[in-house]
């Protein structure tokens, strides 16, 4: 017999799919709600449920054990109102409840996050042999695995997948559900200092942009032993990313290697340090580490590789950043793999109007024109993940009318690209328009202070227009942002050099 252990409030908007996923393999729904106002309970009436109540205590797990108390199956399922079990677990599920040892199975809950295009897999012990002795533990995030380790259930890892959607949602909506259990998992965190809260206190400081707080939490978890590896290698990863955003390149550089050598698997890390390789000028690092994150971001897609957590990538992403490298670098292997790859990709018949995009990718690569449906495909095209390729084609084609007209499409789409409006800038110049590009770029550095490249371009034009009064406030704003980038500074160093040789007054 197999009990479905749910604790809810107000779930109404999700909890009809949650139980059409179950209804066929459940024998039992013990429904625990926490004080419901809206349909919750009449929809869980709907579906046979047995519903208690429960006073809500700011405690998960208490929550969670009062719903097992209630439970009479010889197996416990356990999800949440936003999940739903995948229909072809079904048959496997069935199968591995028809023992009766002391055993509990890792299922994988993969969450959807179509807002910052990020999807992530976890593999959580969902399904276990019911026991009195086997409770919860943690106030949120609740663990039910110290328990099941402590009882000696054998853990086994199961094909079992749930679909997690509860985190499908806006920015502002991740942020609301991070604050509801940021105080929670201090509070938690302050009675035992878990590496597993600290990780998960990272987190949560990770969505409310708190990134000096998630620095530290990530530190402490990363460091710890007691967490799992691939949650180790996570934590490094994102300290990695933190570096790598503010330009500090040998901790960026150092991080990754901390996580690689934790967990070589993910994809994410494998794609963050091709990334960081190629701000270090290490093209073939760059590039290997890049055709490394597709095969392990396959892998994951496709079933081959099961870790605690697996952030899976969208394939294009990794397939346009592989295929600018490898532009970038002249490699002619890895050019031929990433166009089969996308071929591929865009031939499915899910993917709609893929023979036009492809056709688009050809002419782009082959410097020809787009036809009026070509170019509207081309903007519909243009995303965070394809801008780089875009934006490299179009440096390199000598159709500068119709590359202006592309660009300003572009803008339109996307208000502050800055990339883009450095190729209209330098496009504006070409023109003769001069003033109108030294404008656009003005306009750039008085909202955003954080593209060195951008106060390097403006200065190469006040060079041509020989108004060097004007360079040194970009300097000063060079040397006051970007201090901590060696690169930069070497290049205002030779700027000063070259200002004195042509002027004959230091800057």
Same mark, same amino acid.
């Given at each position: ?172 909506? $991740?942020?609301? $559900? ?184 050809? $002419? ?12 509207? #495909?081309?903007?519909? #095209? ?82 041509? $227009? ?7 406030? #970009? ?13 930069? #500074? ?18």
């Amino acid at each position: 017999m197999l009990t479905l252990s749910m604790i809810v409030k107000d779930e109404e908007k999700y909890l009809p799919e949650c139980l059409d996923s179950v209804k066929d393999v459940v024998d039992e729904i013990i429904l625990v709600d926490t004080g419901s106002t809206d349909n919750t309970i009449e929809i869980a009436e709907k579906y046979g449920a047995k519903i208690f109540h429960f006073e809500w205590a700011n405690d998960f797990s208490a929550a969670r054990n009062f719903a097992l108390g209630q439970s009479t199956g010889n197996w416990i399922l356990y999800l949440d109102a936003d999940e739903r079990l995948d229909h072809n677990s079904i048959s496997e599920l069935k199968k591995l409840i028809e023992n009766n040892s002391s055993t509990a199975y890792y299922c994988t809950v993969k969450s959807y996050d179509s807002d910052g295009s990020r999807d992530n897999s976890i593999r959580y012990l969902r399904l276990f042999a019911n026991s009195p002795e086997i409770k919860f533990v943690g106030k949120v995030h609740e663990q039910i695995e110290p328990s099941l380790t402590k009882n000696r259930y054998q853990l086994f890892n199961s094909n079992i997948l749930i679909h997690h959607i509860g985190y499908n949602i806006s920015i502002e909506g $991740k942020q609301k $559900k991070a604050h509801r259990n940021l105080s929670l998992l201090i509070e938690e965190y302050e009675l035992k200092k878990s590496a597993y809260s600290a990780f998960q206190i990272a987190q949560s400081y990770n969505i409310l942009n708190e990134r000096e707080h998630a620095y530290k939490y990530f530190k402490i978890a990363g460091e710890s032993v007691e967490l799992d590896r691939s949650l180790r290698a996570q934590c490094f990863s994102s300290l990695a990313l933190m570096a790598h955003h503010d330009h500090k390149v040998g901790d960026a550089e150092k991080y990754i290697q901390f996580s690689l050598k934790l967990d070589d698997r993910q994809s994410f890390s494998q794609l963050l340090a091709s990334k960081i390789a190629l701000r270090r000028g290490d093209y073939l690092t760059a590039e290997v580490r890049c055709r490394g994150a597709y095969q392990s971001n396959q892998n994951i897609l496709f079933g081959r590789e099961h870790s605690k957590l697996a952030i899976i990538l969208d394939p294009e992403e990794v397939i346009y950043f592989g295929l600018t490298l490898a532009l970038q670098n002249k490699n002619v292997t890895n050019i031929s793999f990433y166009q089969k790859e996308l071929s591929t990709c865009y031939n499915r018949k899910e993917n709609e109007n893929g023979i036009i995009k492809l056709t688009v990718i050809q $002419k782009l690569f082959s410097n020809a024109a787009l036809n009026p449906n070509e170019e509207k #495909m081309f903007i519909e #095209m243009a995303n965070k993940h394809t801008m780089d390729l875009f934006l490299y084609t179009l440096l390199s084609n000598p159709n500068k009318q119709q590359v202006f007209q592309l660009a300003n499409d572009l803008l339109k789409k996307f208000p502050d690209a800055v990339e883009v409006k450095k190729i209209i800038a330098r496009l504006l110049d070409d023109f003769g328009k001069l003033d109108e590009a030294i404008q656009l770029l003005e306009n750039v550095v008085e909202k955003d202070r954080y593209d060195p490249a951008i106060l390097f371009y403006l200065i190469s034009f006040y060079l041509k $227009k020989g108004t060097e009064e004007k360079i040194k406030p #970009m300097i000063g704003k060079l040397e006051k942002n970007y201090p901590h980038i060696p690169e930069v #500074m070497e290049r205002v160093r030779k700027l000063r050099r070259k200002l004195l040789m042509l002027t004959g007054v230091p800057l």
